[in-house]
């Protein structure tokens, strides 16, 4: 069982920033895909991105790539969100989730991940 907590949401105007933070217990992180999800009220959960084990390789929704960067730390089991020039539009509850074993690095459906957080509320409003 892998117990994941994320923190570093809050209110933020257009164009700010915030940097989100997940941290991991449980699971060998090191070896572990890990992955950033939100929902906004009345939407399915949504990929925002994706990060392989060393943090060499990255994958971006459309909607984000080249505002949000994901990044880890392994040696304190820490995946982060950078999040730049924010819009309305992001506002969201933010989860973490682990790479279901096994699962396609080109799968980021929900399904293909196996323990979430339980999300930090992103706002960004004037």
């Known amino acids: 069982q892998v117990q994941l907590v994320e923190s570093g949401g809050g209110l933020v105007q257009p164009g700010g920033s915030l940097r989100l933070s997940c941290t991991a217990s449980g699971r060998t992180f090191s070896t572990t895909i890990m992955g950033w999800f939100r929902q906004a009220p009345g939407t399915e959960r949504e990929f925002v991105a994706t990060i392989n084990w060393s943090g060499s390789i990255t994958l971006y929704s459309g909607s984000v790539k080249g505002r949000f960067t994901i990044s880890r730390d392994n040696a304190k089991s820490t995946v982060y969100l950078q999040m730049n020039s924010l819009k309305p539009e992001d506002t969201a509850l933010y989860y973490c989730?682990?790479?279901?074993?096994?699962?396609?690095?080109?799968?980021?459906?929900?399904?293909?991940?196996?323990?979430w957080g339980q999300g930090t509320q992103v706002t960004v409003s004037s």
């Open positions: 989730a682990t790479k279901r074993p096994g699962s396609l690095w080109s799968n980021q459906q929900p399904t293909s991940y196996d323990n």
